[in-house]
T-cell receptor
Framework: DTGVSQDPRHKITKRGQNVTFRCDPI?????LYWYRQTLGQGPEFLTY????????KSRLLSDRFSAERPKGSFSTLEIQRTEQGDSAMYLC?????????????FGSGTRLTVV | KQEVTQIPAALSVPEGENLVLNCSFT??????LQWFRQDPGKGLTSLLL?????REQTSGRLNASLDKSSGRSTLYIAASQPGDSATYLC?????????????FGQGTTLQVKP
């Protein structure tokens, strides 16, 4: 197992374009999370999947954002009509919860720059 | 609403010093607390996970303590090395609900000078 993988590592896009990021969690992890991190801040929760079900979305996740996790495996995060304020690091994490929490494993992130 | 604060925001020390990073949280009803390391432009690497029933965890030169009642955790780094230079983040998982989402502090950026 190579951990949590995110693709691409970097994305530069023009304002108004759509972008899609992919996250491949650790295979036996049933929970998958997306976070967003801006410069100098800690990550902020965006959304959470348990298997294929999206169970919680932050109010940070505007209508332009959509996330999916088909078949409970990899996940995609799409941002439509990107704005400069969307520039950030998008982090994916996965965990497996059975009994006491076992903590998260994070991916390396996708750095989005909107110009 | 849970809020997590880390002090100091930045720290610069000479190599070999022992140091303490602080994390405080406003709601003591946490499930666990996790310390992460983040190198510039990179993702997060988990360092230590402390369950709500535990008081401390140790890994090598790192020791993390948890005092739930006072809403505090500390990360102690012994004999610091230049390779320890990074941003250290603490995050709490709230006790209520089953989301498992983490609330992060802003991080402490550590520079260890040779």
């Amino acid at each position: 197992d190579t951990g949590v993988s995110q693709d691409p590592r970097h994305k530069i896009t023009k304002r108004g374009q759509n972008v899609t990021f992919r996250c491949d969690p650790i295979s036996e992890h049933n929970r998958l999370y997306w976070y967003r991190q801006t410069l100098g801040q800690g990550p902020e929760f965006l959304t959470y999947f348990q298997n294929e079900a999206q169970l919680e979305k932050s109010r940070l996740l505007s209508d332009r954002f959509s996330a999916e996790r088909p078949k409970g495996s990899f996940s995609t995060l799409e941002i439509q009509r990107t704005e400069q304020g969307d520039s950030a690091m998008y982090l994916c994490a996965s965990s497996f919860d059975s009994g006491p929490g076992r903590g998260y494993t994070f991916g390396s992130g996708t750095r989005l720059t909107v110009v | 609403k849970q809020e997590v604060t880390q002090i100091p925001a930045a720290l610069s020390v000479p190599e070999g010093e022992n140091l303490v990073l602080n994390c405080s949280f406003t709601d003591s009803a946490i499930y666990n607390l996790q310390w992460f390391r983040q190198d510039p432009g990179k993702g997060l690497t988990s360092l230590l996970l402390i369950q709500s029933s535990q008081r401390e965890q140790t890994s090598g030169r790192l020791n993390a303590s948890l005092d739930k009642s006072s809403g505090r955790s500390t990360l102690y780094i012994a004999a610091s090395q230049p390779g320890d230079s990074a941003t250290y983040l603490c995050a709490v998982r709230h006790g209520s609900g089953n989301t498992g989402k983490l609330i992060f502090g802003q991080g402490t950026t550590l520079q260890v000078k040779p």
